[in-house]
């Protein structure tokens, strides 16, 4: 049986242990909004005529660990990276229970 959520609270399942936990909302941070150039975007408050407008640019960052250590190098530009395999369009991704494209 699942606990119930109350106000001001969140279910988050932490990847990739799939530990599932029921904590304040004030306790996390939004990382991560996949927002793609093009994108529509509005700030939203009930009964009020709010900004709208689309998403004109996007800059993507990562922290990237060194293989066998704890080294982690921070906030390094997409841009700056190559693959280093070529995936084909379409193909499915398997990640424990988790199938993407």
Same mark, same amino acid.
Request: glycine share 8%; net charge neutral; hydrophobic share 40%.
């Given at each position: 049986?699942?606990?119930?959520?109350?106000?001001?609270?969140?279910?988050?399942?932490?990847? #990739?242990?799939?530990?599932?936990?029921?904590?304040?909302?004030?306790?996390?941070?939004?990382?991560?909004?996949?927002?793609?150039?093009?994108?529509?975007?509005?700030?939203?408050?009930?009964?009020?005529?709010?900004?709208?407008?689309?998403?004109?640019?996007? +800059?993507?960052?990562?922290?990237?660990?060194?293989?066998?250590?704890?080294?982690?190098? #921070?906030? +390094?530009?997409?841009?700056?990276?190559?693959?280093?395999?070529?995936?084909?369009?379409?193909?499915?991704?398997?990640?424990?229970?988790? +199938?993407?494209?």
């Amino acid at each position: 049986m699942e606990t119930a959520i109350q106000k001001g609270e969140i279910r988050v399942v932490w990847h #990739p242990s799939g530990t599932e936990r029921v904590i304040s909302e004030k306790s996390v941070g939004l990382a991560d909004r996949s927002l793609m150039p093009g994108d529509v975007v509005r700030r939203l408050i009930a009964g009020k005529d709010t900004q709208r407008g689309y998403c004109r640019d996007i +800059v993507m960052t990562a922290a990237l660990q060194i293989v066998g250590t704890k080294h982690v190098i #921070p906030n +390094v530009a997409s841009e700056r990276l190559q693959p280093l395999e070529e995936f084909t369009p379409d193909l499915a991704v398997c990640l424990e229970s988790w +199938v993407g494209t």
